[in-house]
């Protein structure tokens, strides 16, 4: 079956980065698109960053623009984001997820989720 594994996640300062993974199994991964959400505590799930099966097309939110970067090794079945100049604000679970097809920003469209990776930016 379809399992989507998050890593990465953790504690740190604002300014700081860090760098989150998700692993991909059961999947035809390079010919999924792949995107990350978050959720911070009282709040719904936020899109974050999508990128297709090429690399081709990448979707960012407004907020993270500048800070995160996306990326994918179709090789290793995996998906990265790349999270500079954090703030207190991104603190959330951050969750990646998979949909046949082109990227997409709305989560509704994601059939297959991670578990989910904690990051904590303190002040």
């Known amino acids: 079956q379809v399992q989507l594994v998050e890593s990465g996640g953790g504690l740190v300062q604002a300014g700081g980065s860090l760098r989150l993974s998700c692993a991909a199994s059961g999947l035809s991964f390079s010919n999924c698109a792949m995107g990350w959400f978050r959720q911070a505590p009282g709040k719904e799930r936020e899109f974050v960053a999508a990128?297709?099966?090429?690399?081709?097309?990448?979707w960012y939110t407004d907020s993270v623009k500048g800070r995160f970067t996306i990326s994918r090794d179709n090789a290793k079945n995996t998906v990265y984001l790349q999270m500079n100049r954090l703030k207190p604000e991104d603190t959330a679970v951050y969750y990646c997820?998979?949909?046949?097809?082109?990227?997409?920003?709305?989560?509704?469209?994601?059939?297959?989720w991670g578990q989910g990776t904690q990051v904590t930016v303190s002040s």
């Open positions: 990128i297709s099966w090429s690399s081709f097309t990448i």
């Open positions: 997820a998979t949909r046949r097809g082109i990227a997409m920003m709305d989560d509704r469209w994601y059939d297959y």
